[in-house]
């Protein structure tokens, strides 16, 4: 039987998703509870409808193909009742706007591969390649392994991009296929990272030591605000990577581009209102780290 995944996107010319000029897979369900989740739609498991207010043309067709009564309504900001919806997709079929749209698809390696070997001269002239992201990758490890080892016999950089939140099982799957790996690292105090992420980190933290025995890894890290955008975070941090060998470190700041995915999935975010870090203070904390010896990337 050939092995297949869910993703969300295949995005060309990404630059933010590791060295050079990349391919990005988004890869679908993820196990942690972000509250401040950038793609939102990358969550579940499965896959799902979304509707963009904006495209629909009133026109109904949505409410006569949907076979359960109540699932749509008509006009309506949030248009489906995900509690009733049973996600047959029809609505999403039949949208000749666009409005509805399924959010998730099953694909085989060869299919996403056909589209990743289509820009090999970009990889080639800058250094790289296909980035594996989510989600979180690794809770579909065998499909994220496969598409990894594939890319890789075609000649392909590879990039895993990860919370760090799996088995070990899971990470020796990928081992072998990964030339770098960009590890988030969202809070160093277990009752935080439990409260904002909604798990502990230890198996987060005790990957990231093996990991980085194994293959080059770049730290990002989230910058969020009122959860890790301190002074004492960062010398947290950056002690960290000193420990482990690691010389790279992205940080990422919070913003709200993710405010319309949430709306077309229906969903709320604690963090629309949240403001991003300043520049002053970002500043200040990539000089930190770059005095302590660490290559620094603000990834804005």
């Known amino acids: 039987m050939e092995l297949t995944g869910i993703i969300t996107d295949i995005q060309r010319f990404s630059i933010n998703d590791g060295p050079g000029i990349r391919t990005t897979v988004f890869l679908k369900g993820c196990p942690l509870k972000c509250l401040w989740c950038h793609n939102p739609e990358t969550k579940n498991h499965f896959p799902e409808i979304g509707f963009r207010p904006v495209k629909c043309i009133g026109c109904g067709k949505c409410i006569e193909i949907c076979p359960i009564p109540g699932a749509i309504s008509v006009p309506g900001k949030d248009r489906i009742n995900q509690s009733l919806c049973i996600k047959c997709f029809k609505c999403s079929e039949a949208c000749p706007s666009g409005a509805l749209e399924t959010i998730g698809r099953t694909v085989s390696v060869d299919d996403i591969i056909s589209e990743v070997v289509k820009d090999l001269p970009f990889y080639k002239n800058s250094g790289g390649g296909m980035t594996v992201s989510g989600g979180e990758p690794l809770a579909q490890a065998d499909f994220t392994a496969e598409l990894l080892r594939v890319a890789q016999m075609k000649g392909i950089n590879t990039c895993l991009d990860t919370s760090g939140y799996a088995t070990i099982t899971a990470w020796e799957k990928v081992f072998p296929y ?16 439990k409260k904002w992420v909604g798990v502990a980190n230890d198996i987060i933290l005790s990957n990231l030591k093996e990991v980085a025995s194994k293959v080059p890894v770049r730290l990002r890290i989230p910058l969020i605000p009122g959860v890790n955008d301190t002074e004492q975070y960062i010398r947290e941090v950056g002690d960290l990577a000193l420990s482990l060998k690691i010389k790279y470190c992205d940080i990422i700041p919070y913003h709200d581009y993710a405010l319309s995915k949430y709306k077309m999935l ?6 629309y209102q949240a403001k991003p870090v300043n520049s002053k203070q970002l500043l200040q904390y990539k000089t930190y780290l770059e005095e302590r010896g660490l290559e620094v990337t603000t990834l804005v």
């Open 266 to 271: 229906g969903r709320g975010s604690s963090f």
């Open 178 to 193: 990964v030339n770098v790996v960009l590890f988030d690292i969202k809070h160093l105090d277990p009752a935080m990272h």
